[in-house]
């Protein structure tokens, strides 16, 4: 889980409790599972004996920061940002220990509450005349800006002296002498460890994780639908536990590492006998079990369990041996609408699964019906002239359309 490390951090660690922080940009209510890697990071600290905090950045956020970003983002009102931290700042308390008895009890801080008291010329006499332009510009993030076509605002060149300053006003009120967070932050920590050196005569660490890739070159942490989030409401238990269960092998075999509290001993073991008989995916099935009981306990990894059993593990059983019960209760399953006056007068294949949304244009549907890669009710779709109308409803109410081998959707008629 480590990128980059200053030298004497484990020093640090191992000589005295240590507070360290990360910061969790505010941009919506909901963390999502790239923010996994430092809340995980946190944990770790907190479990090893020292302090944990989690700040949210209420000023940081109305600025944005460029890093790993090509250009400027929109600014969030005063309102909604109030609304992303109150989201994010309820999940984190699921993760980390607040018990404010224990030493180490994780604390959660806002930098709104400093940056609101400091007037422009204070800020520019306390933390500007502290860093050089010529620092500021030799860090990544600022170079591509620079170099890049967008260029960069004055604002968000300015946001590596906030996140600097953010790390000094720990270090002064909080103790806090290490900062953690994605291998893309480095620049940014490292100007808060020169700033407390410059401004306090003090000493600060920073260690940095990796950013994480899947083995396809494809972006971590997103399906279909966009980010796959911690929160129930924007992702369901369901769609969360089968983003791990579709993880490819060579995934699969890193994300256990970093995912989940599991022994070295017993990841080693796993690997093994997942090498032996690939097709099992028991590497898979043990990270999605562990990190969604992580992040939705055990009635929502129950939940996730029960439909993955209903929809794929029985779908050799017929479709109309599913009870009203069943379909109603396909937890977190993507369900759409559909009108039954078309259904009563009958409609072609390639136009319902179109108007339903499953696929985004008649051409894709009928591609997909003519590879053989649809099915309704369990029943793959041969036909493509194929008549969807009422004796195709199960229970009156519904049909399982099945895209490819993963993709599961339920149609209701209304």
């Avoid at 001993?265 to 008989?277: C, V, Y």
Wanted: aromatic share 10%.
């Amino acid at each position: 889980m480590i990128q980059d490390i200053m030298p004497g951090t484990e020093d640090q660690l191992n000589k005295e409790m240590t507070t360290g922080y990360i910061g969790f940009d505010p941009t919506s209510d909901s963390l999502h599972i790239g923010s996994l890697v430092p809340i995980l990071l946190l944990v770790h600290m907190q479990r090893a004996g020292h302090k944990p905090i989690a700040l949210v950045g209420g000023a940081t956020g109305m600025i944005g920061d460029p890093s790993g970003k090509s250009e400027e983002r929109n600014f969030l009102s005063e309102e909604q940002l109030q609304k992303n931290l109150e989201g994010i700042r309820n999940q984190l308390m699921q993760f980390l220990d607040f018990d404010a008895a224990k030493p180490n009890a994780a604390e959660m801080a806002n930098n709104y509450d400093w940056f609101k008291e400091i007037s422009f010329i204070q800020f520019l006499r306390d933390a500007g005349k502290h860093i050089t332009v010529n620092y500021m510009m030799a860090k990544d993030s600022v170079r591509k800006r620079i170099e890049g076509d967008t260029g960069i605002s004055y604002t968000e060149f300015a946001y590596q002296l906030m996140q600097g300053y953010d790390f000094y006003w720990l270090y002064q009120h909080k103790k806090c002498k290490l900062q953690m967070g994605g291998s893309d932050q480095w620049g940014n920590i490292t100007t808060g460890t020169e700033f407390i050196r410059r401004k306090a005569g003090g000493e600060a660490f920073a260690l940095t994780c990796p950013l994480l890739t899947k083995a396809d070159g494809g972006k971590f942490g997103k399906s279909e639908k966009g980010n796959i989030w911690l929160s129930p409401e924007k992702t369901s238990a369901y769609e969360f536990y089968q983003f791990w269960l579709n993880a490819a092998d060579a995934d699969a075999e890193k994300w256990i590492k970093i995912f989940t509290f599991l022994p070295q001993e017993t990841i080693e073991q796993l690997i093994e006998d997942h090498r032996k008989d690939a097709a099992a995916r028991l590497l898979q099935k043990t990270l999605a079990k562990e990190v969604t009981l992580f992040v939705h306990g055990e009635s929502g990894y129950q939940g996730a369990l029960e439909t993955t059993k209903k929809l794929f593990e029985q779908k050799e059983a017929p479709a109309e041996s599913l009870s009203i019960e069943d379909l109603q209760n396909l937890e977190g399953v993507q369900q759409f609408d559909y009108e039954l006056s078309k259904i009563q007068a009958g409609v072609d294949v390639v136009s319902f699964l179109a108007e339903t949304k499953i696929f985004p244009s008649k051409g894709e549907a009928r591609k997909m019906v003519q590879g053989g890669g649809v099915s309704i009710n369990r029943k793959k779709i041969e036909n493509i002239q194929l008549n969807v109308n009422s004796s195709l409803l199960l229970h009156g109410q519904y049909m399982l359309v099945n895209r490819g081998k993963k993709h599961v959707y339920l149609v209701k008629v209304i």
